[in-house]
């Protein structure tokens, strides 16, 4: 009789304690942030890890982490000029690291080109920022990779804590100057 005591009196703590932890990591996990890139846009890696890439014609919605991430992500468009042959016109892939402050979507907005020409030129060099859903803008920087290759971006992609800028040294004057 003790035994079975015993048994249902352990059995309810477990019952309680995995409960416990249930609830809490799915409130964790329950609000995610997410980063949309439209169609023209593909991601090729994101903190270190390659990315497949799809040939969809919809949004991506790729789920990020709060804190610091490193992207790399290239313009890809399919143009389908008077002949209505297919022309494939893609960029250089990009390094965007960028900084999220709280769990928020933010998507990749950017001023579409309409002509051929207009588009030669922006896959040269694309212009583009992220928002978030009250259209503020992220701060990010944008590189060029030093690698091409998806091994290459997903070793640039790295966060690599506790690196810091490079600032040059101080340089203090012992005499006061009189300035002219």
């Known amino acids: 009789m003790k035994a079975l005591i015993k048994l249902i009196y352990y059995t309810v703590i477990l019952i309680f304690i995995v409960s416990l932890e249930l609830l809490f990591t799915s409130q ?10 439209t169609k023209e846009f593909k991601l090729l890696a994101i903190n270190g890890k390659s990315y497949p890439i799809k040939l969809v014609n919809r949004h991506q919605i ?6 610091h991430n490193k992207i790399a992500l290239m313009y890809h468009l399919v143009w389908r000029g008077d002949q209505n042959r297919p022309t494939t016109i893609q960029s ?3 390094i965007v690291s960028f900084y999220l402050s709280k769990q928020e979507d933010i998507r990749l907005t950017y001023l579409k080109p309409a002509t051929m020409s207009a588009i030669l030129n922006y896959s040269k060099s694309p212009q583009f920022k992220f928002v978030n ?18 091994d290459g971006l997903k070793q640039q992609t790295k966060f690599k804590s506790g690196l810091k800028r490079q600032q040059k040294p101080i340089i203090i004057m012992s005499k006061k100057r009189k300035i002219p």
């Open 92 to 94: 250089k892939p990009l």
């Open 133 to 150: 859903k009250n259209n503020q803008s992220i701060n990010m920087n944008i590189a060029f990779p030093t690698s091409q290759s998806i």
């Open 28 to 37: 964790a996990y329950a609000k995610t942030a997410n980063l949309i890139l």
């Open 62 to 67: 790729i789920p990020i982490i709060q804190g």
